[in-house]
């Protein structure tokens, strides 16, 4: 009869212990879907921040192409303004740089 007490006792502390085990699997579901939630929450953040960031060197990388544009616009305009102030040595720049280029190419 002692025998069947203990066996009761245990069948009881087995219950108690699958129990206690289902709530504590129960916990560990609901932990693993609230840090579902939140890896999406933070991915949408990232990419947020990314689609900004990259919105926001689109709009450097067309100020740069401006500026490079009006540099290069003005480089060209004093470089007119000067072939006209001084034809002659435009025209001697040039020529020795061809004669120049050409040695240099001819050497290979």
Same mark, same amino acid.
């Given at each position: 009869?002692?025998?069947?007490?203990?066996?009761?006792?245990?069948?009881?502390? +087995?219950?108690? *212990? &699958?129990?206690?085990? $289902?709530?504590?699997?129960?916990?560990?579901?609901?932990?693993?879907? !609230? #840090? /579902?939630?939140?890896?999406?929450?933070?991915?949408?953040?990232? +990419?947020?921040? *990314? &689609?900004?960031?990259? $919105?926001?060197?689109?709009?450097?990388?067309?100020?740069?192409?401006? !500026? #490079? /544009?009006?540099?290069?616009?003005?480089?060209?305009?004093?470089?007119?303004?000067?072939? &006209?102030?001084?034809?002659?040595?435009?025209?001697?720049?040039?020529?020795?740089?061809?004669?120049? #280029?050409?040695?240099?190419?001819?050497?290979?």
């Amino acid at each position: 009869m002692a025998q069947a007490m203990d066996t009761a006792v245990r069948g009881k502390k +087995n219950g108690h *212990a &699958r129990g206690a085990l $289902k709530a504590r699997a129960t916990d560990v579901l609901d932990d693993f879907s !609230e #840090l /579902r939630k939140d890896m999406n929450r933070l991915a949408e953040a990232a +990419n947020k921040a *990314a &689609r900004a960031e990259v $919105k926001h060197a689109g709009q450097r990388l067309e100020g740069l192409g401006k !500026e #490079l /544009r009006t540099r290069a616009s003005d480089g060209r305009e004093y470089a007119v303004e000067k072939v &006209r102030e001084h034809p002659g040595a435009a025209l001697g720049i040039t020529l020795g740089a061809g004669l120049l #280029l050409g040695l240099l190419l001819s050497r290979r």
